[in-house]
């Protein structure tokens, strides 16, 4: 069996280098039985039931294709991309995973999450709250998608002005307590942008890195699982 685990790639135009390459990375995947997406994919999603954002299409026909070829999806909701609607669980046939999960695939048990819970930042834990609070969800049925997305870019440029080296922390003192608790072979996260393959205590812990500058990913082939990265 064949799984990849990517992470961060806060996708906005199809015209960006790391969607162009993203797409690319995709298009030559073949025989490819899981793809577990762990969060931040998109630099904003918010779920509606009968539309997407428009930028994103060229993705999401990628997924729908890898679906429809057997490719089983997965996707770990980050802090930029939550609420994934329908269109995830409807059309790609997608597990949408809140917060984590442990899975057994290919003889081994995975703990899979995106990594911001365990970033004692309050920055991110409030930013959280906020965009997954109630009268959000109902806001967005209510004020055109357009302004959603708009508000929605311009916090993102707004946080990462004033704190830009927050999501580029060493995960390696959140993910070893982290690890020592999750009953499980192997921890993979997103998150951080620092890539991480290491082991503590019998435990295979990998943090993915993105997809912005580093092109990181990891692939497990018959349950060996590898950290590598598309342009080396």
């Not at 806060?10 to 690319?24: A, G, K, S, T, V």
């Not at 609607?85 to 695939?105: A, M, P, R």
């Not at 503590?200 to 993105?210: F, T």
Request: overall charge negative; charged content about 20%.
């Amino acid at each position: 069996m064949r799984a990849i685990f990517l992470s961060d790639a806060h996708l906005r135009q199809p015209q960006d280098n790391n969607y162009q390459f993203l797409l690319n990375f995709l298009n030559r995947q073949k025989d490819l039985d899981a793809l577990f997406l762990l969060g931040d994919i998109f630099e904003f999603w918010l779920g509606y039931k009968h539309l997407v954002f428009s930028v994103y299409i060229p993705l999401l026909e990628k997924l729908r294709q890898l679906s429809e070829n057997g490719t089983k999806l997965y996707f770990v909701e980050g802090n930029h991309d939550f609420n994934l609607g329908s269109y995830f669980t409807e059309t790609l046939d997608c597990t949408v995973i809140t917060d984590q999960k442990l899975i057994d695939w290919d003889g081994q048990k995975i703990l899979i999450s995106h990594g911001d819970l365990l970033n004692p930042s309050p920055h991110y834990l409030r930013l959280r709250s906020f965009w997954r609070s109630w009268p959000i969800r109902i806001l967005a049925q209510i004020v055109h998608p357009d302004l959603v997305w708009s508000f929605a870019i311009w916090l993102s440029n707004k946080s990462s002005k004033n704190d830009p080296d927050s999501h580029h922390l060493d995960p390696t003192p959140y993910l070893l307590p982290f690890s020592e608790k999750s009953n499980s072979d192997i921890v993979i996260c997103g998150h951080f942008h620092h890539p991480l393959d290491t082991e503590h205590q019998g435990i295979r812990i990998i943090a993915l890195g993105d997809w912005i500058s580093q092109f990181s990913y990891a692939e497990m082939v018959d349950g060996e699982i590898k950290l590598k990265s598309y342009i080396n």
